[in-house]
């Protein structure tokens, strides 16, 4: 069996719990972002970074939420 950290393994509170920070950090990049373009101080790579990992947040985000809203067959 996969380490307790495996998503299939938790509940729906702590899901509900990680999606929570999750979104959380989401909007702490998109801050981070916005303050540096605002002062102008940031490089090409260090905005390349930080979207990327507004991305890879935003995938986690989704693939949380999926797993949280019940199937429905239509």
């Not at 920070?21 to 303050?35: C, F, K, M, Q, T």
């Amino acid at each position: 069996m996969n380490a307790p950290t495996d998503i299939s393994m938790k509940t729906n509170e702590v899901l509900r719990v990680e999606l929570e920070v999750l979104r959380r950090e989401h909007r702490d990049l998109d801050d981070a972002i916005h303050a540096l373009v605002e002062k102008g101080t940031a490089d090409q790579f260090t905005m390349q970074r930080l979207k990327r990992s507004k991305l890879r947040l935003k995938d986690k985000i989704a693939n949380l939420e999926d797993r949280l809203t019940p199937d429905i067959i239509a």
